[in-house]
């Protein structure tokens, strides 16, 4: 099992910046890739940027060139830093932790963030 905590989020002006942070706790070992999701009512959650154990990084286009994740994989820790931010980036994100030992995700409680425009 794997814990989540997250801090950051919040409210911004369009063009603004935030930073999310999420550390993990428990069987850390067993993490191969950390990220953040995102999820606005109605729709389903997805994927907005991920980090492998070996480096390898996955972005989703809409936020390629503004967002940048990183790792601290000594202290098991996640970052999101976002920058110029869109109204359309409007949502709650939610950090995740994948397990490739045991093929199971963890998520952290959700934080939201909001751009106004």
């Known amino acids: 099992q794997v814990q989540l905590v997250e801090s950051g989020g919040g409210l911004v002006q369009a063009g603004g910046s935030l930073r999310l942070s999420c550390a993990a706790s428990?069987?850390?070992?067993?993490?191969?890739?950390m990220g953040w999701y995102r999820q606005t009512p109605g729709d389903q959650r997805e994927a907005v940027a991920t980090?492998?154990?070996?480096?390898?990084?996955y972005y989703a286009n809409s936020v390629k060139g503004r967002f940048t994740v990183s790792r601290d994989n000594a202290k098991n820790i996640v970052n999101l830093q976002m920058n110029s931010l869109k109204p359309e980036d409007t949502a709650v994100y939610y950090c995740?932790?994948?397990?490739?030992?045991?093929?199971?995700?963890?998520w952290g409680q959700g934080t939201q963030v909001t751009v106004s425009s």
């Open positions: 428990g069987n850390t070992f067993s993490i191969s890739a």
């Open positions: 980090a492998n154990n070996d480096g390898t990084t």
């Open positions: 995740n932790a994948y397990s490739g030992v045991y093929s199971s995700h963890s």
